[in-house]
């Protein structure tokens, strides 16, 4: 859960209580302060929009008294490192005041603006051009001024302040209360490495037991280096020299996954139609330590319940529940945690092809499926009922989905009618989930175009798109205006990420080529790499087709290797994202691959990673999902 979302969880709790409690007086008293709350409940967008707000209104004491007070609630408390991001975004807020001044022909504010800040500003070097701009007739027309009236330093302001801001509101430390589920998921998270290493252990054989015998309740110890390359050894001799009667590993356990027991109303097939075992003890080694293991394969098991050729699976926003889709539009959802189990099948019309899919993000619970007819599914998991949302009749495929974080609305991009002269062109669409109807377009400049791909950020105001045009656009969902933009691959982008922090941007296209971009400086890519994330023109594959996944470090990509034929052994392997120093600033390097999983019947055309039990997940057209699970070893 985000602190936003827990944060107004607890608040509509803490008022259950009071009003359980009968401490009506508290309850208004309590009311009144969210109210007059000048955090806004720590939602950036609000944050940002009052600072415009005061800005544009010509506000400056407002301004400046909003300004002061972030600062001295968290801004002073930020690491010194940080002190000149927050002057510079000062110095940019206090200029864009200026410019609305001049944009509002007000003079008199202008001066009152430089008559009321004269003792700060008359020492700064940075402000000494400006102390002329009243006494210039066209201002955004002069060398010095003009870029600050253009629309692109506003966006890119606009954004930077979204981001820091974002940034500093996740690394406040949360009271006792909001922690309490952070706490609960790092204690999930020790409680599977603790099963991992006894899997491992298990696995190795009787001999090394003695080494895995640390208590559920006792605190996270991790081993020394020594002893994980002792680890590692172990299982690669254990794996050259095989018992007859050896057992796969256990696989990894999970509370969360038994919470959904009983939810699903679908007959559950017999296990063994769709588990297939393949007990692993294979190591890795990284490219920069030779000798030293980067992840251990414990375990993998396949999902065969596929009748035909899988061409997309997607992993639950918490985690629980995987959703795979075949060539026959049949969708499967089912468990993996602690073993594999079906939980709801939905098959759609055969002759209406799914080409996209996407989760709700506040739970387990809404499947939502483009179709190629331009309709959208939105499937029930947990009563296995399903419901139409008609978008347009000018849709044709809808290619890709997006669900916001606070499932308040669903953006979908879809393809429009061929048209020679405009070969790419598509619509993106925002959808109202609560009344099931279409609130508008988004318009994307020059022209409308295809969109392949969707992601919010973490809190719903910003979306990320990859284009048929090979640009890459962020929108802003309060304004729905594109307010960045860039060209990012020759040829159509099929493949967009945000990274878990944030910072930086994925992007994989059809030109074979993988880049990392730098959220602050987007007009040249960190990285480069080559990349075969390829939608396979020989088989029915989704367009937006997830041939890459990130780990929850940022520091590993798991990516599809497709073949060059259908009749060629499909594969996916892991790859390690270094940093390094590049013209002075920090970059990143494609060290290479560090681990190879084991090929598949067909072409591996999705991969997905759930960075918590490390479990990585590959669809293939040969009917099979494979759920490998790794245990990182350095």
Not at 512 to 524: D, E, P, V
Not at 536 to 563: K, N, T, W
Not at 600 to 614: E, I, M, N, Q, R
């Amino acid at each position: 859960m985000s602190t936003l979302r827990a944060i107004s969880a607890l608040d509509e709790a803490v008022k259950e209580y009071l009003l359980f409690r009968g401490f009506t007086q508290t309850l208004r008293s309590l009311e009144a302060d969210i109210k007059a709350d000048k955090d806004r409940g720590f939602q950036v967008d609000k944050i940002v929009g009052h600072l415009f707000s005061c800005a544009q209104g010509l506000d400056l004491e407002g301004l400046l008294s909003f300004w002061r007070h972030l600062d001295n609630r968290f801004f002073s408390r930020l690491d010194h490192a940080f002190l000149h991001s927050v002057r510079k975004l000062e110095l940019c807020l206090l200029r864009y005041y200026v410019v609305c001044t001049i944009q509002a022909n007000r003079s008199e504010k202008l001066r009152e603006f430089f008559e009321s800040l004269a003792h700060e500003l008359q020492g700064n070097a940075e402000w000494q051009p400006w102390f002329m701009l009243p006494f210039i007739k066209n201002p955004e027309s002069h060398a010095t001024f003009e870029i600050y009236f253009q629309r692109r330093w506003l966006d890119t302001f606009n954004f930077s302040l979204h981001n820091f801001l974002s940034t500093v509101f996740q690394s406040i430390p949360l009271p006792v209360l909001l922690s309490f589920d952070v706490e609960q998921s790092r204690l999930r998270a020790m409680q599977g490495e603790i099963d991992l290493l006894r899997s491992a252990a298990e696995a190795i054989g009787p001999g090394a037991t003695s080494t895995m015998t640390t208590p559920l309740s006792a605190p996270h110890t991790p081993l020394a280096p020594g002893r994980m390359g002792e680890l590692g050894r172990l299982a690669s001799s254990a794996d050259a020299t095989p018992a007859a009667n050896d057992d796969p590993p256990t696989p990894l356990g999970n509370t969360v996954a038994q919470e959904l027991a009983g939810q699903g109303k679908t007959t559950t097939l017999p296990q063994q139609q769709y588990l297939s075992r393949q007990g692993s003890k294979r190591s890795s080694t990284g490219p920069d330590t030779p000798g030293r293991e980067t992840f251990i394969v414990l375990s993998q098991e396949e999902f065969t319940g596929h009748g035909s050729g899988v061409q997309c699976c997607r992993l639950s926003s918490r985690a629980n529940l995987v959703a795979s889709c075949d060539g026959d539009s049949c969708i499967k959802v089912w468990t993996f945690n602690p073993s594999i189990a079906v939980r709801a099948t939905f098959v759609c019309d055969p002759s209406d092809k799914i080409t996209s899919l996407c989760w709700e993000q506040q739970a387990d619970r809404l499947l939502f499926l483009g179709l190629a007819s331009g309709k959208v599914v939105r499937f029930d998991v947990s009563t296995s009922t399903a419901s139409d949302i008609a978008l347009s009749d000018a849709c044709e495929s809808v290619l890709a989905l997006a669900c916001s974080p606070d499932g308040a609305v669903l953006v979908a991009g879809t393809g429009v009618s061929e048209d020679p002269d405009r070969p790419h062109a598509g619509m993106l669409l925002v959808v109202c989930l609560k009344t099931n109807t279409v609130l508008g377009e988004v318009p994307m400049e020059p022209h409308p175009v295809r969109t392949n791909s969707l992601q919010f950020n973490h809190n719903g105001t910003l979306l990320l798109t990859g284009c048929a045009d090979g640009w890459i656009r962020v929108i802003d969902v309060a304004s729905r205006a594109v307010i960045m933009d860039w060209q990012g691959h020759e040829g159509e982008v099929v493949e967009t990420k945000f990274s878990r922090d944030e910072t930086t941007v994925l992007t994989a296209g059809v030109d074979g080529k993988l880049f990392r971009w730098n959220a602050h400086q987007l007009s040249q890519p960190m990285e480069e790499n080559d990349c075969s994330i390829v939608v396979p023109q020989y088989a029915h594959a989704m367009p937006l087709s997830c041939g890459f996944a990130i780990d929850g470090d940022d520091e590993f990509v798991l990516r599809s290797l497709l073949p060059d034929t259908p009749q060629e052994p499909g594969n996916a392997a892991v790859f390690q994202l270094q940093s390094s120093a590049k013209d002075g600033a920090p970059s990143l390097t494609y060290s290479g691959q560090v681990l190879a999983l084991d090929p598949h019947g067909g072409a591996v055309v999705s991969v997905d990673w759930d960075p918590v039990t490390c479990t990585c997940f590959t669809a293939s057209l040969d009917g099979t999902v494979r759920v490998t699970k790794l245990f990182r070893v350095t």
